[in-house]
């Protein structure tokens, strides 16, 4: 053997063609004949298909994320960059038709953003993604079936959770002002019935429908607008609350719901309170144990019922008594399966401005995850970072004021100002400006653009946090083929 080692060809840079041949000669001396057929195919797995394999796996395994990803259409027509303009947006919005699933314009003659991606079903975005629906913009309803796919929970606007005030037949301005007091906490009323209200907007053929085009689960938004200080001090206003809300799933074949009530606990003042700020995490404790001890059959097995808490972001490390901080985020964490983070909403009418700057976004996550380690994985895995797919159209003079608008406000405003888009860098949004002829006031306009999406699904994936969009009826078909 040490001979053998020691006649092997040393290297050098000129062993080529006879360095090899001296090698094999080698290999044959070794021996009285051939290797026999089972063991070349042996080398040649070993040799060949295992370094291959290997490659694959490595590339799939560690290759950056966004290498992933750019299969999609739009990255493969380079739309998504920075440097991008109206009549190009126009354009390709035109190409994404092609499926006859919605009409142009009447008014304008433009195609709606309503070219149905050619990619409807192909995931890029691997985290979970939450899309809100509304009632008022039937849209989404479309969205939701045509990209069912792309989704893994659906959150109808459907529900409320209040109680209603049957005044004796006094005077009629009397009632009205007692009921006003009422519903606006002024006036606290012995047996005032809890009501869950909502059913009504419920649309069980489209429920069966996403359940034949794929599985995402629907999980419609229950706000609590019940006056939160009788409503939380009494256990029978707590246990009918979470009986009538498992009830409606079980009936409705709902897989859970999404609850919205913190923020309408910090306009009513009691989060200050810690006493009531306990009792509040008490009831949402409860809520999740006695939705997950519902078990529902589905495609893929059993499963409880899901709870989806609303939660607004922070605005600085220095927390305000409202606010839903880390803290609060760990204390809930065994009890609710998502966390829908209201990242945007960051400017308004009173303070121009884009509506969720990506700056702004990473300090969110920051403060409510902090660092890395097992902990900070285990809470990453339960955020779904919110994204608008609304835009924003600001005056900027004459007292301000302007508010949102959708994709079709959006393409309508394209084509009637033709206006030059302009990328900020600092918050990772596009803009444009223009003159309303009839008032001459200026106004900025604020709308999401493929890149301004691309970056925040590259900050969500950074994190490993899902995402939450609101609302899909209100953006651009071609948005959908980044998820």
Known sequence: MAKRRERRVPPSSDRGEDGVESSKRTIRRGGDSA????????????????????????RTKYAPVTSRILSAYVHQQGLVKADVNYQEILTELKRFQGFGEYLWMSLFKIQENSKVSTNMSQRHYTYPVLAYITPWNNKGYDIAKNFNSKFTHLSPVWYDLRR??????????????????FENGILEVQGANLVLEGRHNADVGWIS????????WVLPRVVLEAFPKEFLRKKKQRDKAIDMI???????DYDGIVLESWSRWAAYGILQD?????????????????????SLERNNGKQGLQLIYVIGPPRSEMLEEHDFGPADLRSLSDYVDEFSLMTYDFSGPQNPGPNAPLKWIHSTLQILLGGTGKTHQNLAQKILL???????DFALSRGGGGGAI??????SLLDKQKPVLQWEENSGEHLFFYSDDQHHVKHAVFYPSLMSIFLRLEEARSWGVGISIWEIGQGL???????
Not at 210 to 215: A, I, S, T, V
Not at 246 to 252: F, V
Not at 406 to 411: A, C, P
């Open 246 to 252: 498992i009830t409606e799933c079980k009936e409705m």
């Open 209 to 216: 429908e996403l359940r034949m085009k794929g599985n995402a």
């Open 274 to 294: 810690p006493d009531m700020r306990n009792m509040a995490l008490q009831f949402i404790k409860q809520l999740g144990q006695a939705l997950h001890s519902v």
């Open 35 to 58: 290797p026999s057929p089972q063991i070349k195919i042996v080398i040649f797995l070993i040799v060949v298909i295992a370094p291959a394999v290997a490659v694959l796996v490595y």
């Open 164 to 181: 209603t005030l049957v005044l004796p037949k006094t005077s009629r301005e009397a009632s009205e002002t007692s009921k006003k007091f």
């Open 477 to 483: 078909d071609y948005f959908f083929d980044l998820l």
């Open 406 to 411: 959708t994709g079709r406000d959006y393409l």
């Open 386 to 392: 919110g994204i608008n797919f609304y835009g924003n």
